[in-house]
């Protein structure tokens, strides 16, 4: 895929891609697919914590896009962000698009107790403020946040790429799978990977007493003798993850594979992995993964630059955006 419905030299000229300190590969890969170079910046991080980014070469009048997952450090990925719109804003560009593979804060979307914070709104209006004029967001935790906005926001569902890449390369009997929920939160998401694959659906009935700590109490569903596929949006700790594993396995589930879209990966996660029975975790690269695949093997990265791109043309092109990301999904 690339740019097809404007001349290339216009295309070259108008829009521009900038990825910035946490999703650096994933921009260069969306720039291949697009066919343009990657803009020129550069991010400085002084001793006391200040955050500088320079753009190396002119944005006036073109359409501008930030790549850029807020995870860890990410308050520093946060800053960085807000400091190149407010660049690109002083230097008179057109448009200025944050693309926002991983959303953090998105955990934060609402009051659970008296007196706290609705995080994620706060984030929605700095990025306002700074003068973003779109955001693109990929399976945000929580739906709503999209309405926190009041420029156009658009969330991109990586699950079909997730269905494509189990359909393609898993060599399992559709009769033999299952898709589980590791929560009740996340039953549609699995319901809709259970309908692309002709799949029944099971859900692991769980408490959490604090945060990160997840406690599996039932299964509804039948997993005897199949291929469990736990779909998740994202994996922190993992300590959800495996307490669900050890429960499929209990149940007399042959086999078990994990797949997320956001492998945050913090604490003790990795090791937990390792030290599963899980078979395969599939996970994409909205945060970046180099590291953590050197040191888990039954990691598989899939990459969600096609999605990116998909949005970047269709935008640039006026053109249907979901449209687009079926097309993209499809390859």
Same mark, same amino acid.
């Given at each position: ?6 001349d290339?030299?216009e295309?070259?000229?108008?829009t ?9 590969e ?5 720039c ?8 020129k ?12 980014v ?43 698009n ?14 659970a ?5 609705? =995080?994620a709104?706060?984030?929605?209006? *700095? !990025?306002?403020?700074? /003068? %973003?004029d779109? $955001? &693109?967001?990929?399976?945000? @935790? ?19 790429l997730?269905a ?18 590791p929560?009740?939160g ?5 319901r809709r990977?259970a ?18 700590v997840?406690?599996a109490?039932n ?7 199949k291929?469990?596929?736990?779909i ?7 300590? =959800? ?5 050890? *429960? !499929?396995?209990?149940? /007399? %589930?042959?086999? $078990? &594979?994990?797949?997320?879209? @956001?492998?945050v990966?913090?604490?003790p ?5 390792e030290?599963?029975?899980l078979?395969?975790f ?22 969600v ?5 998909a ?10 955006l979901?449209?687009?990301?079926q ?5």
């Open positions: 895929m690339s740019f097809t419905t404007r290339a030299k295309i070259k000229e108008k521009i891609v900038f990825a910035l300190s946490s999703s650096k994933l921009g260069e890969e969306v291949k697919i697009l066919g343009i170079p990657l803009g910046c550069v991010v400085n991080h002084f001793s006391d914590g200040e955050v500088l320079e753009l190396g070469e002119s944005v006036r009048g073109k359409d501008v896009y930030f790549i850029q997952s807020t995870n860890r450090p990410v308050n520093d990925n946060l800053m960085e962000l807000l400091v190149g719109i407010d660049a690109c804003k002083r230097a008179s560009a057109n448009s200025i944050a693309v926002i593979p991983y959303f953090g804060y998105a955990r934060q979307d609402r009051k107790k008296p007196r706290q914070p609705i =995080t709104k706060l984030v929605a209006s *700095m !990025l306002e403020s700074a /003068g %973003a779109h $955001v &693109i967001t990929m399976d945000l @935790h929580a739906t709503q946040i999209q309405g926190y906005f009041d420029i156009p926001a658009d969330d991109l569902a990586v699950m079909p997730i494509n890449y189990i359909t393609d390369n898993l060599n399992i009997n559709p009769e033999e799978i299952v898709i589980v929920s929560d009740h996340g039953t549609v998401r699995a990977l309908d692309r694959l002709g799949a029944p659906v099971a859900i692991i009935d769980k408490r959490r007493p604090k945060p990160n997840a406690v109490m299964l509804l569903g039948d997993v005897e003798g291929t469990a596929i736990i998740d949006d994202m994996v922190d700790t993992a300590g =959800t993850l495996t307490s669900g594993i050890n *429960m !499929l396995y209990e149940k /007399g %589930a042959k086999s $078990v &594979i994990a797949t997320c879209t @956001h492998g990966l913090s604490g996660a990795l090791e937990r992995l030290n599963s029975k078979e395969q599939i996970v994409t690269n909205t945060i970046d993964q180099t590291a953590n695949k050197e040191k888990l093997d039954k990691m598989t990265v899939i990459s630059a096609p999605l990116a791109a949005a970047i043309e269709a935008l640039e092109a006026n053109e249907s979901s449209t687009a990301l097309n993209a999904a499809k390859h």
